[in-house]
């Protein structure tokens, strides 16, 4: 079946420097979206890439989604304490008719102020 | 602004006891999602329900596990007989219909402890 992997599983940055985290998938992806989970919390949609190639920017946030839409990346500029929490990648396939959404591990980010 | 939601926020129960948790998927949503997450890993997909039937469900969900949409608002998941594994976070999420271009809007999660 569908594998995501994620990279870094943890990640301590201090409070202004930068933040990636990698997602790879070991099939082709519909589209991939990104999540943010504050501890104790649900996951909250970030954003969605769906073609080929594509970038997307939300304030501090840069996604990427790769040319053979089978990776992905999440990178924070200048993080803030308020950026706290584990990002997670989760891939839809157009095999999966229901368009579920298979995870990676998550990304933890530890911001220390 | 419109969301999902869970109840009750926590349960507790012995093992082989059936529990039944609870969600308002977003009104005018037609996917409905049951996911689980076992403390400190990832989000893990059970199964999905459109039109009255599941549409595509996951190892995970074997005959213990049933789903249920008994009127115009509700989604609940049952676990027959809980077993000590099956404690975790569930997470409902719904998703309005049509292609995969719809984010997934997820409720806050009921934690199950199985004693």
């Known amino acids: 079946g569908q594998q995501v992997m994620q990279i870094p599983q943890y990640q301590h940055v201090q409070e202004g420097e930068d933040f990636t985290t990698y997602c790879n998938s070991s099939?082709?992806?519909?589209?991939i979206q990104w999540y943010k989970q504050r501890p104790g919390g649900h996951p909250v949609f970030l954003i969605q890439?769906?073609?080929?190639?594509e970038v997307k920017k939300q304030k501090r946030l840069t996604f990427q989604f790769g040319e053979a839409k089978k990776n992905s990346s999440l990178h924070i500029t200048a993080t803030q304490t308020t950026d706290v929490g584990t990002y997670f990648c989760?891939?839809?396939?157009?095999?999966?008719?229901?368009?579920?959404?298979?995870f990676g591990k998550g990304t933890k980010l530890s911001v220390i102020p | 602004e419109p969301e999902v939601t869970q109840t009750p926020s926590h349960q507790v129960t012995q093992m082989g006891q059936e529990v039944i948790l609870r969600c308002v998927p977003i009104?005018?949503?037609?996917?409905f999602y049951w996911y689980r997450q076992i403390l400190g890993q990832k989000v893990e997909f059970l199964v999905s329900?459109?039109?009255?039937?599941?549409?595509?469900k996951s190892e995970i969900f074997d005959d213990q596990f049933s789903v249920e949409r008994p009127d115009g608002s509700n989604f609940t998941l049952k676990i027959r007989s809980t077993k000590l594994e099956d404690s975790a976070m569930y997470f409902c999420?719904?998703?309005?219909?049509?292609?995969?271009?719809?984010?997934?809007?997820f409720g806050p999660g009921t934690r199950l402890t199985v004693l």
């Open positions: 999420a719904s998703r309005l219909a049509g292609n995969s271009y719809n984010e997934q809007f």
């Open positions: 099939t082709t992806l519909s589209n």
């Open positions: 890439l769906v073609k080929s190639g």
């Open positions: 989760a891939g839809t396939n157009s095999g999966a008719g229901s368009y579920q959404l298979t």
């Open positions: 009104s005018n949503h037609l996917y």
């Open positions: 329900f459109y039109n009255n039937e599941i549409s595509e």
